[in-house]
């Protein structure tokens, strides 16, 4: 019913950026607040920044400045640049949303993810 389609991951050497991009598609009625995750390998997934549906944007410590989060409602897009890219940042990157799914208000919402892209920083 409900698709976050993630893009832009690959391979690139510190200091190069990266802009992630997320789409959603689907029996969408709404979408509330949209977010990056990141899982370094063998451990937790750990939030970057969420971002409501009015631009209201929280970000974690992890992010030091270099990453930007940017969404397009009328999209249903998030997207997220990082810049000053480091050997420390690589891993599988995911994108997260509370979607309200249906042609109504009253429709089911739900917490959807996509299936994550891989960023690797490495020279």
């Known amino acids: 019913q409900v698709l976050l389609a993630e893009s832009g991951g690959g391979s690139v050497q510190p200091g190069e950026s990266l802009t992630l991009s997320c789409v959603a598609s689907g029996e969408i009625f709404s979408i509330g607040y949209m977010g990056w995750y990141r899982q370094f390998q063998g451990k937790e997934r750990e939030l970057i920044g969420i971002m409501a549906s009015d631009g209201a944007l929280s970000y974690l410590d992890s992010a030091e400045g270099r990453f930007t989060i940017r969404r397009d409602n009328d999209k249903n897009a998030i997207y997220l640049q990082m810049n000053k890219l480091k050997p420390e940042d690589t891993a599988v990157y995911y994108c997260?949303?509370?979607?309200?799914?249906?042609?109504?208000?009253?429709?089911?919402?739900?917490?959807?993810w996509g299936q994550g892209t891989q960023v690797t920083v490495s020279s």
């Open positions: 997260n949303a509370e979607i309200t799914v249906g042609n109504s208000k009253f429709g089911q919402k739900g917490n959807f």
